[in-house]
């Protein structure tokens, strides 16, 4: 699968934001079966493919990766019914995601443990905040250096020497 999940870390990488050890803030669930299945309906739902085109790219992806497992239409309908026990197998997901243009199911998977995905843009607005501050750090830095030479300059009488 490894082309696959190139092309999804190319347009959406995950970024985990959260520390080991870190609790979910409010006792937020674990149980992530009813959300997820209420985000692939909605996925499904949202997307501009029929059910029987999400099926068959899925399974072409699949194929295309030289796998031998096929989605059904009837599979699918499980997995988004919130009364059925049926769920994708984790290593579909991405496949499903790929189809239907979204993350949200992935993302359902990571909230309770405190962790977002970061699209494209998400992640270069991070970098750009990144380094704005380092910039005023170096800033910083620049006008503690220039102040501490103009003291040492008073000091030793070099202010206004041409130096």
């Not at 985990?16 to 050890?21: D, E, R, V």
């Not at 699949?62 to 059925?84: D, M, Y």
Request: hydrophobic share 40%; net charge positive; with cysteine.
């Amino acid at each position: 699968m490894p082309a696959l999940y190139r092309r999804l870390q190319r347009r959406e990488r995950i970024i985990m934001t959260m520390h080991p050890g870190q609790m979910p803030l409010f006792g937020q669930s674990l149980d992530v079966i009813s959300p997820l299945k209420r985000a692939l309906a909605d996925t499904l739902r949202n997307c501009r493919l029929s059910r029987e085109q999400v099926v068959d790219e899925i399974n072409r992806l699949l194929e295309g990766e030289g796998l031998v497992l096929r989605v059904t239409l009837n599979s699918l309908e499980k997995w988004c019914a919130p009364s059925a026990s049926h769920l994708p197998p984790v290593w579909v997901l991405p496949f499903f995601c790929q189809v239907v243009g979204s993350l949200r199911p992935l993302e359902v998977l990571s909230l309770p443990l405190g962790a977002h995905l970061m699209g494209e843009r998400e992640q270069h607005l991070m970098e750009l905040g990144r380094v704005q501050l380092e910039a005023k750090k170096v800033a910083r830095a620049r006008r503690r250096a220039l102040e501490a030479l103009e003291d040492s300059d008073r000091v030793f009488g070099w202010e206004g020497m041409g130096r």
